[in-house]
């Protein structure tokens, strides 16, 4: 009788062993998400501050007759960084930044992203040069 008390206090204990194990197990994962959470919301606050300050520079770009200046400007250097920091992490927000701010048909625009990797197609590269050709053609006629 001892004998089977003491074997099923033995299972008790392996079974509360397992339980306390997997509890940990729980909160440690609880603890990981909670971090995770945390860091995107970061993330997603910085994203937020840098958009304000990047709608701020193509602004800037938009209403400059300077762009060689702009180039040289921390202007410059905040738009690079922004999409430097967020194309890891969203590659697809990059991708639709460089391609709103190419779009305003800016030549000193394309500069700043050479070094950012292309998703699209080589034939785009040709359209960008197209873009400085019709910039230089419209000036020109002015």
Do not use: W
Request: aromatic share 6%; net charge negative.
């Amino acid at each position: 009788m001892r004998e089977e008390r003491d074997s099923a206090l033995s299972k008790k204990d392996k079974a509360v062993g397992k339980y306390n194990s997997a509890l940990a197990d729980l909160e440690g994962t609880k603890t990981s998400l909670n971090e995770h959470v945390l860091e995107k919301e970061a993330l997603a606050l910085r994203l937020s501050e840098a958009e304000k300050s990047v709608v701020a520079a193509v602004e800037t770009f938009k209403n400059s007759d300077d762009y060689q200046e702009l180039l040289k400007d921390n202007t410059a250097t905040l738009i690079r960084g922004f999409c430097h920091d967020v194309s890891s992490d969203f590659p697809g927000i990059a991708s639709n930044f460089k391609r709103y701010v190419t779009n305003l048909g800016e030549k000193f625009v394309t500069e700043l992203f050479d070094d950012l990797p292309e998703e699209q197609d080589e034939g785009d590269e040709e359209d960008e040069d197209d873009v400085g050709s019709d910039q230089e053609q419209n000036e020109g006629g002015d």
